[in-house]
């Protein structure tokens, strides 16, 4: 598991908006301008309406960057991708529980994940209760909590869901249980202190690290910046 650090949250840039046509630059800049981590988000079309991409641009990444990579899985069948991401490189596997379909099918894909020597995280969609987790939290590696609908980047953060962190963050610590929280969708340098002040450890930020405006380094630096004030 990624040891949660001192500073209030880590920061695991999204590569939906970056400039594929030189991705392994991009991630070599923001690796250097200070990449905590990689999230990548597989799309199949079904589960959610885009495509994104599949097991070589995660290797493509894995081959630029020595960062800790998690391939997070908005596809209708999780299960049957587990293996190409993790021989592609992916190091935890963030399949829906709103794919899943039910508690006991989640904590068989997380046994799926962590057979393959992955990681398991799950992810809730804003209408799915925080609820629905706790009894799978002793058999996970990460939560990931959506602060918008899946499938498309550059999309405004609902702060209100952050009290789902605020609630698993209590639940927690009242179980004793180490575990990253981790948000996406929406991410600026406005609202992450606020992300990481309900008790997020880990941010997820696409748009807000690639974008026209900035470098990847500029960007990032920006976050940071944001978190230490």
Request: net charge negative; charged share 20%; aromatic share 4%.
């Amino acid at each position: 598991m990624i040891p949660v650090e001192a500073r209030l949250a880590q920061i695991a840039p999204s590569i939906l908006t970056a400039d594929f046509g030189h991705l392994a630059q991009q991630i070599r800049d923001a690796d250097a301008g200070g990449a905590d981590l990689w999230h990548l988000d597989v799309m199949d079309g079904h589960f959610v309406p885009p495509l994104s991409f599949g097991k070589e641009v995660i290797a493509a990444v894995r081959a630029a960057s020595p960062r800790f990579l998690e391939a997070h899985l908005m596809v209708a069948r999780p299960g049957e991708q587990f293996a190409h991401m993790a021989h592609a490189g992916a190091q935890r596997l963030v399949f829906h529980y709103e794919a899943a379909g039910s508690a006991e099918a989640a904590r068989d894909l997380a046994r799926q994940a962590h057979d393959l020597g992955c990681e398991a995280g799950i992810a809730i969609n804003p209408e799915t209760p925080i609820e629905a987790l706790y009894p799978l939290l002793d058999t996970l590696d990460e939560v990931l909590v959506m602060l918008i609908r899946p499938g498309w980047g550059g999309q405004q953060a609902d702060l209100d869901l952050l009290s789902k962190v605020r609630a698993l963050s209590a639940r927690l610590a009242a179980e004793g249980i180490a575990m990253p929280i981790n948000i996406d969708g929406g991410v600026k340098a406005h609202n992450a202190r606020a992300c990481a002040e309900a008790g997020a450890t880990i941010l997820v930020a696409g748009s807000a690290v690639f974008n026209a405006d900035q470098t990847p380094a500029d960007a990032l630096a920006e976050l940071h910046d944001a978190l230490a004030r």
